[in-house]
């Protein structure tokens, strides 16, 4: 059978990865797929640097308009990034019928809906393996792997840039800003970390995530996003001292009330296996009500290991080129006409645990006035770390980590809390998540 | 579109977990299906027992031969275990069209080769996913999600018992036999536990995986198959001082001279995420070339956490029922014409590290003599431990990890070890794996 024909968009670390890796493992992707798969074309601003890239072995174009309307491309793999030229692109190659292979988790998180769509419509397949902790086959398990599931819950480790920062400043006891320099350095950090720092790429594959689990569309818009610019050494050595280590958490969880779709710093008990993930690594936890707990852990980022999935997305197209169109593998799990629309819960009506750490003045009945606040708002402390006063100093730091409660009662608190004359500054707020 | 309908064979702890699951999250899996999957018919020799648990829902019968032939039936769920009747039914099964999924990994290992090929050329699906890690989708992430990569190697702990007898002997410090008696008495080993305690299930599963990650056929008899049962405590406690745990692994490695099929109580250093898996739980390490390595981790055995596993295979042979036979999924991974005769290596030709432990009286010269010995045979010493005798002992233990080398060289190098007048007894050898 004639090999099948690939374009791709952009070849700069994840497309000269997948360049190669196709290439150094050719005869054993034969094996697998029964048919060749091959590069024929590539598109990208940079021409010489693609040519160098690609030895001469395939037709090098700066307009990505010749690849998707080349009738000899089979798949398009778009690897631009962003919304705007790359959706063009995609929503182009689908109108001309071909499949597509993308690593864009932010399309997909924000426009995923409407290329889903245009797809189903055209009957092609937009595979995104790449678009979620990189090389870790999460999406295949997901929609493939538990389908017998009712699937409770996700959290993942998933940006490798904030999972070294926060291993770094827990090894070193650094502060943010002296590791996030470092982790630029290293190259684990790009030179405008926003997106990676503030949350905003968890929440993409979080997004993607959520509605693969729970058979909803993607609502990025809905998801809350908080990064971790904020977070100080010293919650995390506290943290320590109370069993709990400190991750970026991406969450999609099922209630009874909706969806809860969250990114944010969390406390995880640090004898769970996912709380020993380290540096850049990924690490995917799901709970469904049949298996239980799985994990899925590798490299999120990088050159091969991304290539390594959106080659896997071209042996699933290339295994399933010629399958019925309704008897694929659906986009987003669930057939597109047994989708729901579980409303995603805004932040007020999560239910989760806390850890706080407010700053008092060492004097009688302080404790028992943030307690009777507490106890109150019916909300349970699990517990409790309060230090003595450094020599000098008539002020001391009290932790607390409390039972689950909605966040709109531990806002409600927080703000009497802060209101007491005893209680200096803000108080700290970090979710806390069992996992269990 | 009408349901699959399916015909369960044997209704023991997985067979009426698949039934339960199925049922209570019929509406999800048809979701994601695209059609219902029923299971019409059920055969099991204690027919009541069977009526009970499937609440007179589908037809029980006590011949599971009116399963196999009956034209009703599309899929074929064998759940009977051993290589006799289960062999015979599967192979009637496969031969009347229909399509099978199997849980039973012994049934494999040693007759897959003539089972797949008999579905290959009826055009039918044998699915497997049960038969390794329970509800873990190592064969999906193997066979789908790697398909990039060439696979280096894969190293598991693929056996909730001993991996339980393994965690509770070095938690509690207490020795074999103690602990398996606890494990059968808490349900985490049969009454005969032979195959788990042996190393003979594990070594099923990991010929599975083999034959996958490496396009070789299935190979039983070529795997070396060694248990937990001569493993003492003391070891388990000298392994911790060096910063390592024991845990019974099943690995396959791909060598420039052949591969490598094993399973042994091995070493691994204790701050590998695969050294942190507890109790009944398993773990599945793999290392491509593209990727790097990642990790797959949950419950390798019980009613549901298995059931999970049969159900997606349920729904991937839904979803590819009408699909041309040529291009589903394949089932050893590799295209059936597409696999090759790579030899697996006799146990004296694998390279690894080693543990050593030996007995000696406490005289000058011993290790001088032991370490010429070793230096002798070019093996290097990476860590070694000599404690000072006990009270009133002239005798004492010297523990070593070796470098890399051949199992032929540290064998003759144990037998020289061994003729020394200084060295007590025999020489305790365990083997190491850095997995890195």
């Known amino acids: 059978m004639k090999p099948i024909k690939v374009g791709l968009l952009g070849i700069g670390t994840v497309g000269s990865g997948t360049f190669n890796v196709l290439k150094r493992n050719q005869e054993e992707i034969t094996r697998r797929a029964g048919r060749g798969i091959e590069i024929t074309m590539v598109a990208d601003l940079n021409v010489d640097r693609a040519r160098e890239l690609t030895n001469g072995e395939c037709e090098v174009v700066n307009d990505a308009n010749l690849v998707v309307n080349n009738p000899e491309i089979d798949i398009v793999i778009e690897l631009i990034g962003g919304y705007g030229i790359a959706k063009d692109l995609v929503m182009k190659a689908i109108a001309n019928g071909k499949h597509v292979v993308t690593a864009n988790k932010a399309l997909l998180a924000t426009h995923g809906n409407e290329i889903f769509k245009a797809a189903q419509d055209k009957g092609v397949m937009v595979a995104f393996e790449a678009a979620v902790a990189g090389g870790i086959p999460i999406i295949k398990a997901l929609r493939e792997g538990l389908t017998a599931n009712r699937i409770q819950w996700i959290a993942g480790i998933i940006n490798g840039t904030t999972n070294f920062i926060l291993s770094e400043m ?118 469904g009500d049949a298996v239980g707990a799985t994990l899925y852990y590798g490299k999120g980022a990088g050159s091969e290991p991304t290539a390594s999935a959106v080659i896997a997305d071209l042996v699933d197209i290339t295994r399933l080129a010629t399958a019925d169109p309704e008897h694929r593998v659906p986009h987003l799990a669930f057939q597109p006409d047994a989708m729901v629309d579980t409303p995603i819960l805004p932040m007020s009506e999560i239910t989760t645990s806390y850890y706080l750490r407010m700053r008092v003045s060492d004097q009688p009945g302080v404790l028992a006035d943030v307690t009777r606040i507490l106890a109150d708002s019916s909300i349970s402390i699990d517990a409790m770390l309060q230090k003595e006063p450094d020599e000098g100093e008539t002020r001391t730091d ?28 803000e108080v700290t707020k970090i979710r806390l998540e069992q996992l269990s």
Not at 409 to 423: D, F, G, Y
Request: proline share 4%; net charge neutral; aromatic share 4%.
């Open 170 to 287: 827990r090894d070193k006891g650094l502060d943010f800003d002296v590791v996030l320099k470092e982790a630029q350095r290293l190259g684990y950090a790009e030179a405008d970390p926003t997106f990676d720092i503030e949350g905003v790429d968890a929440a993409h594959k979080a997004t993607i995530m959520s509605a693969i689990a729970f058979g909803i569309p993607v609502q990025f818009d809905k998801a809350h996003v908080e990064g971790i610019t904020k977070l100080q050494a010293t919650d995390i050595r506290y943290a320590e001292q109370l069993g709990y280590r400190i991750k970026l958490l991406g969450i999609a969880r099922r209630t009874p009330n909706g969806i809860e779709l969250r990114v944010h710093p969390t406390l995880i008990p640090a004898k769970r296996l996912i709380a020993n993930v380290e540096g850049a690594m990924n690490a995917v936890l799901v709970q």
């Open 398 to 425: 009290i932790i607390m980590l409390t039972h689950q409660t909605q966040e709109k009662n531990i806002v409600s608190a927080i703000a009497k809390i802060e209101a007491l004359p005893t209680v200096v500054g």
